[in-house]
């Protein structure tokens, strides 16, 4: 994590007040619209002349590579509950593992990583950004987000919160960890 503050440091240090990627202005817009009686905000990317959604971006930015691959993972009988320990955050991270394992990810630049990491690390109160900057920091996060899509997600509440850490190896992954009650944050 400190070499990835330290590149966005030097990084900061040698870009002009607007932010570029691939040589053209980039930048987060914040849109409010009304639906409702009820105030909405959607972010959005500018670049290249035109304002767009995180996907439509990843669609113009790679337009040859994006979801490249177009599979997604399907959790079935155990695993199904099994997954259901892991928050939102953690199983569609799992996903992109899955997959990252038996395909074979599109080749990306790492300065459009650093750019778009550097893009989103100054952005606030936007939870677009956020979630793009957790993805990205992954191994290998923007290659993953190219070659499969950056929209994959599996929705469900999860029924417990569980701490774990992973020992990836060549042929499997190993969880490892301790499902986390109330009573074990008290101590």
């Avoid at 959604?53 to 994006?66: G, I, N, T």
């Avoid at 990252?100 to 690390?121: I, Q, S």
């Avoid at 992954?173 to 074990?184: H, K, N, P, R, V």
Wanted: aromatic content about 12%; overall charge negative; proline content about 2%.
């Amino acid at each position: 994590m400190v070499a990835e503050e330290e590149r966005i440091t030097a990084l900061e240090e040698t870009t002009a007040a607007e932010p570029t990627f691939r040589g053209l202005p980039i930048a987060w817009e914040n849109v409010t619209t009304e639906e409702d009686g009820k105030q909405k905000t959607a972010h959005w990317i500018a670049w290249n002349g035109s304002r767009s959604k995180r996907e439509d971006f990843f669609k113009l930015a790679f337009p040859d590579c994006y979801n490249k691959i177009k599979k997604r993972v399907k959790f079935l009988g155990q695993a199904a509950d099994n997954v259901l320990w892991l928050t939102g955050g953690q199983r569609t991270k799992l996903m992109y593992e899955i997959l990252a394992a038996k395909y074979e990810l599109v080749d990306v630049d790492e300065v459009d990583n650093t750019t778009l990491t550097l893009l989103c690390w100054k952005e606030e109160d936007n939870k677009t950004a956020d979630d793009l900057l957790s993805r990205l920091r992954w191994p290998n996060g923007l290659a993953k987000l190219v070659t499969f899509g950056v929209g994959m997600k599996l929705d469900a509440a999860a029924q417990h919160t569980w701490c774990y850490s992973v020992d990836y190896q060549e042929d499997k992954a190993i969880f490892e960890g301790q499902s986390m009650t109330w009573e074990c944050w008290q101590k």
